[in-house]
């Protein structure tokens, strides 16, 4: 309300000002041009007053902060032919992600939030006696849009951009094995405003975009089949907004 009424003014004192240089008629031209000098000041610095104010009430509907997420990632693998060992079966791993959060909501339904930051994905595979973890480290950004079902309960939705900065298994680099280092995945999410400033949040995420291509083969070296890997990952997330 408060603004509103600034505005209001200050678009009054800019109509008041533009129409000053019309009593200037009946002045002398040294006292006008010095009136039309100030008068032209004047109208620079209202309008940077307008500009200003404008500004102030756009970001007002911004809100940054940092998300933190505890992860259960896992890599989904397409095709896999009959009759092979489940060596190449992915299982679930432990991981998280740590990111800056830019909000913008404009009205009580909808809004807007990006997120970029580092997640880790990848998966377990089962050796004779010990499970392998494959760790692939990711600079990420989702673009979400976010529902607004009630004030404090939300729906966010939208694509995610990841880009991956290596891969490894223990401590060997396995990047090269990666056919591809960008990704494009869709998340999913529900969310919770516990107090104004602290949400609380689960989401799914499952790539579009395959990582890398496995060529299975028989005993005779004959192609049988092409596997895809695809990442995915369950999170909980904690959004904290400064």
Request: some cysteine.
């Amino acid at each position: 309300m408060i603004d509103a009424i600034v505005k209001i003014c200050i678009y009054a004192i800019t109509i008041f000002v533009l129409r000053l240089p019309n009593v200037t008629a009946n002045l002398n031209e040294s006292a006008t041009l010095n009136f039309n000098n100030m008068t032209k000041k004047t109208i620079f610095f209202t309008i940077g007053l307008i500009v200003i104010s404008n500004l102030t009430g756009f970001s007002q509907n911004f809100k940054f902060g940092l998300v933190a997420g505890f992860d259960i990632a896992n890599a989904h693998l397409t095709n896999k032919p009959y009759g092979f060992g489940d060596n190449q079966v992915y299982y679930p791993m432990i991981a998280y992600n740590f990111n800056g959060y830019i909000g913008y909501k404009k009205s009580e339904v909808w809004g807007l939030s990006i997120e970029p930051g580092f997640i880790q994905k990848g998966g377990r595979q089962k050796s004779s006696d010990d499970y392998i973890r494959f760790n692939l480290n990711y600079l990420q950004l989702p673009i979400l849009f976010d529902y607004y079902v009630v004030d404090k309960f939300y729906i966010s939705i939208g694509p995610e951009l990841s880009y991956l900065i290596n891969a490894k298994v223990k401590s060997n680099d396995i990047t090269d094995l990666y056919d591809r280092r960008f990704e494009l995945s869709c998340l999913v999410g529900i969310n919770y405003k516990i107090i104004d400033k602290l949400d609380i949040g689960l989401r799914y995420n499952h790539g579009l975009t395959y990582t890398s291509k496995i060529t299975w083969t028989n005993e005779f070296g004959e192609s049988i089949g092409v596997s895809k890997d695809f990442n995915q990952y369950l999170q909980l997330v904690l959004k904290l907004k400064i």
